[in-house]
């Protein structure tokens, strides 16, 4: 092996097979590989069977298993209890003997037992122990089991609050209390008193009397531990990982029961077919020297007995791979069969590859490529992928003969009936990222849209990113700043000049079904998606359930990856699943605001209340202001007593600006406004909080900052570090932005126009405003704050009457549509001839609107000022951004699973049962047992709630079909259709999926018609009860119409009150009438059609006009009020 590759001076760090070798070669090549430290792939793809083997040695190293990111725990007490009690319980630690329990800040610590952290930021006389390494148990207490403790409640959570000590206690009380209940009991004699154990996961035990702990004794004594009160980080650490590999040739043996990628092929042993046909073609070449020929007969039946004769020649061999019965994933050693079919069809197939197998197969290797690093965890170490399902139909006349067509092995594996189907296909491709432009590859590569009713419709609304380039291949340099579709189209079409493609620049949902209309979707083949959030997907799921059109679905988190099938009628869709963000941990505000003690907690605030106030929130609401007054101050109704007041501040904070600058804000002026946020933001308020702090001190006794609390410290202006600097350039800059002025960007200039301003820090004195110190998470106002309200309401109404001299602001928009817009994916550089692989975070592009730099700044200001460790740019915006790389491989593999699913579609398997596809959950990072693919789970039942002989369920695919064209129905025919049809009573009928109170019937308004309001002989009022509820005011009138005399000369003022309310009651129940007795679709106009007129009213119009139907959510009960559930009504008329 080459140990200088390309004048490196460095040797080759894998070696990827990708087509079968000669078995000699082969397993030459893997022993060379294996004797100089090189990570051995293999990747073949035959017919419709894959397989992929990685050999990294016979001593390898995992640095990081899973590629998951490491804990880190803040300390907020440590305590040495000298004798654990008995209900304490500690894995290896006896009753009485002494233990060290730390107790985190966080929930849930998420360690397990011999999990290893580093302490760090350990302070007060323990800094010594910064960078100590100490083994951790999991600390639980035992419980009655008949005390039913709710470890999720308010009070349990409560209670670990408290010292350890208090904890046992309070479960000793308990404990004794049924324990001497269950002695009692004259029937538990000779019974064990039931106890189960309640894991504590707010709290850790030190391991002292291992090697870490041994090592740490040496610098401390426990007793140190007693003087712990504030500070300190567990870091989790995790340890390298040894894994030994076998060969090429051992393992092709030595595996009884090769995995699958289908999870049921694996246990039920298919494998050990496909891997005793990999042995016998290696056999066959080294016998003929040739591979077997695509549709040869001779040669299977050849094959056959090759793999049959090795099968029975390993019969006697402990481990081997043999035709043995397997259960279960259990080989049971009874002899069985060889499946001569599936070995006949291997080899007639041998020569042909996939579109789909090629890149999934591609992704799989390249993944286990940079896996030589010891990042991530390899597969052990063969995974076969075998879809028997596409070859449908051998007959000679339609998978031959061929003459040389670039679809030929299609052809020769699908049929040529297969290859008409394809070319005909109507696909519609929602998106064209990376998934997109994978897909687009596939689709081109297959032929798919080549005949004359075929076709391709690509649709995306992005423009190409110079960041794009790593990891969407269809784009190079030329392309960006063009539309993705477009540019995405014309590269598959110069692939394939064949492929008819149209490429849109439209965005798919319900504000587009003037152009997505019915006869566009009728005419879909499939639906494709290869979209980049929920929304969309939920969409066009929903689009593909109304038109019973199947919906390919595929998604990718990092080396994540996951695909779905939905075929109409028989499997569920994506919208019977639920999104969860279980895996976003939420931090108390309080912790963000006053108590931050972990770097993530300053980027969150940096971002949420820094950036979102000055630059987003701030000059959002100005501009609403400025532009129209009158309005705004209708929209402030709409808001929450808080946001008021933060919006309401916000404003005339940007008109004191303009005052004090002189009515127009230039450079200098933000560099003004930068130094006096700097001021409050990381001196003011510091010096308040600590001041206050102290006082609290002072007057309770009791020490303040203990636990995670941390003293902050101010910044200083005339003992200036770079750090403010940094963040006076990038805040000045971005204020600059914001007032539309010139920004700065050389460093020098810059420089000059400090020292020029002569800006100078402000002595500090005691405000004597109150500062919020407590520790939960209560964002009310104090009970000033409507008089404050009040009065800037006042002040800024003085300005309502000429905006025209304020100044135009710009809001920084940092995130739209639940993505960021600045942060670039991390791609991974691999250097494949490194023995130990380098990797580079790669970021295409600067950030040239200083977000970035201004959060990093501002995340390091306020590290400083609490003494947390500072963090680097580029995790600020990751972290800010929640990124998770997106990697080709993770692309490549899962786009090609889809490819293959597509295919089955177009055989038209979906008759044959949904059992002939596949979905797949796959973490590439994480090893074998992550590699999963299942059948799709049936529609979801829905039930009715009705007795049969009605419809007792029903799925999401299902819907009521009523057809009257030629005499439309009214809606009171309509509802005594359904309360006849289905024995209900029709509460509501309303436009399928609309969340507002707003209905075509509302049987609350047919009650209206038996409500009156009438006089007696002596004028007294008699209302019916229902018309307060719907005009309270008049209620005080008809008291008074009671009370006064029929003389008396107020009883006209209330009088006519109530005849208002009587015209007004009378005007609903005639508007209801006529909706009532009107035709459906009438009263659908009169309820949804925008009232205003413009683009909407004119989009309404033209879906409306194109649609013979509507699609109606029926709300219903019984007679005995239970509620009933009915599918979605189309009404055609």
Known sequence: MNKDVLGTHRGYAAVVVATMLPKKELFQLNELARASGIAFIMAVTNGVTSSIFSDFGPNHEITDATGEPTQTLAISNVEVLDSKPKLLDVAGVKEGEQVVVVTVAQNEHGLEDGDVVVLEDLRQGMEGLNGMSVTVKRVAIASPTAAKVDTRGVAFKTALGLPTESVVSNFERQYDFYK???????????????????????????????????????????????????????????????????????????????????????????????????????????????????????????????????????????????????????????????????????????????????????????????KASGKFTPIDQWVHHDEEALVVDECASNVGPLFGSR????????????MARAANQRVFLVGCGALGCEYLKGLALMGIATGKDGKIVVTDMDRIEVSNLSRQFLFRQPDVGHPKSVRGAMVVKKWNPSVNIEALEKKVGDDSEDYFNDKFWENLSVCWNALDNVQARQYTDARCLFYS??????????????????????????????????NENQ??????????????????????????????????????????PMAFFEQLDTMDSGEQSRALRMIKAFIDLQEEAGGSIDFNACVRIAFNRMMKDFRTSILDLSHSADEMEKSSGKKFWTGTKRRPRPVDWNDPMPLLMEYLYSTANLYASVWRAEVVRDRSEFQAVVDELKLEQAIWEPSGDKVDLSEGDNEEESGDSGEDDEKLKGELYKFAADTSKLQPAQPQEFEKDGKCLLLLPLIIIITCWIPSLTFTPFLCTDDLNFHIDFLTAATNMRSWNYDIKASPRHAVKVTAGRIIPALATTTAMVCGLVDIEFAKLVLGLQSQGSDKFLNSNINLAAGSGNFTTFAPDPPVPISTGLDAPQPVSFTSWDRIDLSYKLNELSVEQLVAYLEKSFGVTVNRIFLHG????????????????????????????????????????????????????????????????????????????????????????????????????????????????????????????TEEKEDITLPCVKYTF
């Open 180 to 370: 001497s209940a269950f002695d009692e009991d004259e029937g538990n004699a000779n019974k064990k008193f039931p106890v189960r154990t309640i894991t504590i996961f707010n709290r850790l035990a030190f391991v002292l009397n291992d090697d870490n702990g041994k090592k740490l004794l040496e610098k401390t004594s426990v007793d140190a531990f007693r003087q712990y009160q504030s500070g300190g980080l567990l870091n989790q650490v995790r340890p390298p990982i040894y894994k030994q590999y076998k060969s090429l040739a051992e393992t092709l043996q030595g595996t009884p029961v090769p995995q699958m990628l289908r999870g049921e092929d694996w246990e039920l042993g298919k494998g050990v077919e496909v891997h005793l046909s990999i042995a016998a073609a290696l056999d066959f070449h080294e016998k003929n020297n040739r591979w077997p020929q695509l549709h040869n007969a001779d040669d299977a039946s050849q094959m056959v007995e090759i793999a049959t004769s090795i099968s029975d020649s390993r019969k006697d061999t402990e481990g081997a791979c043999w035709a043995q019965s397997i259960q279960y994933g259990f080989p049971m050693g009874e002899p069985r069969d060889v499946d001569e079919k599936r070995i006949a069809r291997y080899s007639r197939l041998f020569e042909a590859e996939l579109t789909g197998f090629c890149a999934f197969l591609g992704g799989a290797a390249a993944q286990e490529v940079i």
């Open 407 to 418: 679809y030929d092995y299609q052809i020769a594996v699908m049929g040529k009936d297969f």
């Open 549 to 582: 059109k199947p919906l390919l679905e595929s998604g990718t988190l990092g080396t994540k990856c996951n695909h779905e099938v939905v075929l109409p009628f028989r499997t569920s869709s994506y919208n019977d699943g639920k999104e969860s963000d279980d």
């Open 587 to 628: 931090i108390a505000m309080c912790t963000l605001r006053s108590f931050p003690y972990l770097p993530k907690h300053c980027i969150e605030y940096a971002k949420q209340a820094y950036f979102s106030d000055y630059f987003e929130f701030g000059p959002d609401v100005y501009e609403n202001f400025r532009q129209d």
């Open 994 to 1117: 609309d969340t507002e109170d707003r209905a075509l019937y509302n049987a609350l308004d047919k009650k209206k018609l038996d409500w009156t309001i009438s006089y007696d002989d002596e004028g007294k009022v008699t209302v019916s009860d229902g018309v307060y509820t719907q005009w309270p005011q008049i209620r005080m009138a008809v008291q008074m119409l009671g009370r006064l005399p029929p003389t008396s000369g107020q009883r006209a003022i209330f009088k006519t009150q109530v005849e208002k309310v009587k015209v007004s009651l009378e005007q609903t129940k005639e508007s209801f009438m006529k909706k009532f007795q009107g035709n459906v679709s009438d009263a659908y106009l009169q309820v949804y059609r925008p009232s205003e007129g413009g683009e909407k009213q004119d989009y309404f119009d033209a879906v409306f006009k194109g649609r013979d139907y509507l699609t109606l959510g029926v709300d219903c009960h």
